[in-house]
């Protein structure tokens, strides 16, 4: 059974940093490319971040230089490192992985961006 589980999120302030964390399992974690999701109010869902299995990562220009996307292989583990927050990051962050052609998310963890 594919599992995604989150942690993390919360209230950040504007300029702030925050980390996600989102634990896998049912999967063989290191052959897989893993997705950072967000979705605002109103909006469609979209891809922040990716990261392959080689390590080699992708950004939405949004979080360019701003976000870190990583993976930690022997924990299973991937993480979106937020810095210099900005209040149009905010919104509910999903990780997500592509199985046999089947898109498994996380449950979700919403990122508030206020002063």
């Known amino acids: 059974q594919v599992r995604l589980v989150q942690s993390g999120g919360g209230l950040v302030q504007p300029g702030g940093s925050l980390r996600l964390s989102c634990a896998t399992s049912?999967?063989?974690?290191?052959?897989?490319?893993l997705d950072w999701n967000r979705q605002a109010p109103g909006n469609p869902r979209e891809l922040v971040a990716r990261?392959?299995?080689?390590?080699?990562?992708t950004y939405t220009d949004a979080v360019k230089g701003r976000f870190t996307i990583s993976r930690d292989n022997a924990r299973n583990m991937v993480y979106l490192q937020m810095n210099n927050v900005k209040p149009e990051d905010a919104g509910m962050y999903y990780c997500?992985?592509?199985?046999?052609?089947?898109?498994?998310w996380g449950q979700g963890t919403q990122v508030t961006v206020s002063s």
């Open positions: 997500s992985v592509n199985r046999a052609g089947r898109v498994y």
């Open positions: 049912g999967i063989t974690f290191k052959i897989h490319t």
């Open positions: 990261i392959d299995s080689s390590g080699g990562t």
